[in-house]
């Protein structure tokens, strides 16, 4: 294994070169290493520390234990960094450039959030709604009501007085018009609930029935945000691509995809002491931060690609698969002229970057050695159950069909801070049933993939 500037993660200093994180070199070694793996011991040790010391702390040690048992970073494959660059991020990129959807204390860590963000529209008024919309759910996690009711005025303050502008942006501004009154309406038994677990004692089951009240309340409005925010995108938008990826299928905005993972020894699925038969999780495949990618899985999801195929990785650190049987290490299909095959003849798709602010995104290339190291992207690697694409440590070009589920919680790996924005394409989020990726094992099985939504957006190559 190699392993570069080892000294800077000893220091706990800015990383210079995202060349310190090493590739996996260890081939189909499909043994459960995450059951063994000293760093984890590291990681729990160093979770109860002020998450002002942690990250230093934790890289120091994850760096120490990958000097010392580097063979124990092998894991299923080597299309993705060894767990170390997880680890280390904190500690690494402490400096970046503050420039991300979330940043400082407050990690944005919702995916939904992170989706509305991701849309290609302009319009400061929906973008100052959105957020006192969401930070009514914050508040209201953290049992803040006095926040959340200030919150919920200022929601109310910009519906009454900015509705114009709002609308004026939409391809239907009837329907923007009543998407805005039904949640105006909506507000009304959410002030009622929020002001109601105010009266009641803390820790009651009266207060505690009005919070969770409240919460359902709060995501009926912001459901009906997104559907306000998706009627601003231009008539007919589609993001830009090069036309040297005209041969590869794109998707021109977002799907859904439903996957069922089930386990094959009869065993149940346990989380926090609930069991389920089966793990049901939804996917908002977003055609807009990264049509290539996205089009490409929802392509293979549709071939029936990946239903019966096993989880491949699973060390606390990713989710991982896509690797077919066989000698292929990907998807074996008719090869894009500019990216071409790979050495089994799979098809290639190129790294796709899309950072905020650009019209499109680049290719072929990281974000880093664009010169643009610690901007944020447009969908970031800060939500638990981000979907990104595997490729080799030194080829940018070499992803075909496997995929991994970032489990590592964003306050290790806040957007725009890590090594994984810029290096490695966010496609979608988990939107539903994320909480099953803590019990998905190597060897679970994908029972079923299928496009549930959006299928119309996927555009086959010419």
């Known amino acids: 294994m190699r392993f570069h500037n080892l000294s800077l993660f000893l220091l706990g200093s800015q990383i210079a070169s995202t060349s310190a994180f090493a590739p996996q070199t260890v081939q189909n070694a499909r043994t459960s290493l995450y059951a063994t793996n000293p760093q984890q011991n590291v990681v729990d040790t160093i979770e109860s520390i002020d998450a002002t010391v942690k990250g230093a702390l934790s890289g120091?040690?994850?760096?120490?234990?990958?000097?010392?048992?580097?063979?124990?970073?092998?894991?299923?494959?080597?299309?993705?960094?060894?767990?170390?660059?997880?680890?280390?991020?904190?500690?690494?990129?402490?400096?970046?450039?503050e420039m991300a959807s979330g940043s400082g204390t407050r990690v944005n860590k919702d995916p939904e959030s992170l989706l509305r963000y991701g849309l290609p529209i302009k319009n400061k008024e929906v973008r100052d709604l959105q957020k006192s919309i969401e930070d009514i759910k914050i508040n209201v996690s953290s049992k803040r009501k006095s926040a959340a009711l200030d919150d919920l005025k200022k929601a109310r303050g910009i519906i009454n007085t900015k509705e114009s502008k709002m609308t004026a942006s939409c391809r239907d501004a009837k329907v923007c018009s009543d998407i805005l009154a039904s949640m105006k309406s909506d507000l009304e038994p959410l002030e009622g609930t929020l002001r109601a677990s105010v009266d009641y004692q803390s820790g009651s089951d009266q207060e505690r029935k009005a919070l969770d009240d409240s919460y359902l309340t709060q995501d009926k409005i912001q459901k009906k945000l997104t559907t306000l925010e998706e009627q601003m995108i231009p008539a007919g938008y589609q993001t830009p691509v090069p036309s040297d990826y005209d041969d590869l299928p794109q998707l021109k905005g977002r799907a859904t995809v439903e996957m069922v993972v089930k386990k094959t020894d009869g065993e149940k699925f346990d989380i926090e002491g609930q069991l389920f038969n089966e793990a049901k999780m939804k996917m908002i495949i977003d055609g807009y931060a990264a049509p290539v990618t996205s089009g490409n899985f929802v392509d293979l999801v549709q071939k029936g690609f990946y239903t019966d195929m096993d989880i491949q990785r699973s060390d606390g650190f990713v989710v991982q698969t896509g690797d077919p049987k066989g000698e292929a290490e990907g998807y074996v299909g008719t090869p894009s002229k500019s990216v071409g095959a790979g050495k089994h003849g799979e098809r290639l798709i190129p790294l796709e970057i899309f950072p905020k602010g650009d019209k499109g995104p680049f290719y072929e290339t990281t974000i880093e050695d664009e010169g643009r190291g610690g901007e944020a992207t447009v969908l970031p690697f800060s939500s638990y159950g981000a979907m990104g694409w595997a490729r080799e440590e030194y080829d940018p070009n070499s992803g075909s069909s496997q995929f991994f589920?970032?489990?590592?919680?964003?306050?290790?790996?806040?957007?725009?801070?890590?090594?994984?924005?810029?290096?490695?394409?966010?496609?979608?989020?988990?939107?539903?049933?994320?909480?099953?990726?803590?019990?998905v094992k190597e060897g679970d099985v994908i029972a079923s993939a299928k496009v549930t939504e959006g299928a119309e957006n996927l555009v086959q190559p010419k």
């Open 60 to 97: 120091m040690a994850l760096a120490a234990a990958l000097w010392t048992a580097p063979a124990l970073m092998a894991g299923t494959m080597d299309q993705f960094p060894s767990v170390a660059s997880n680890n280390a991020f904190s500690s690494s990129i402490a400096s970046a450039k």
């Open 405 to 439: 589920w970032l489990l590592f919680d964003s306050d290790l790996t806040p957007a725009g801070k890590n090594v994984l924005d810029g290096r490695y394409p966010v496609f979608g989020y988990v939107v539903e049933g994320a909480d099953f990726l803590r019990d």
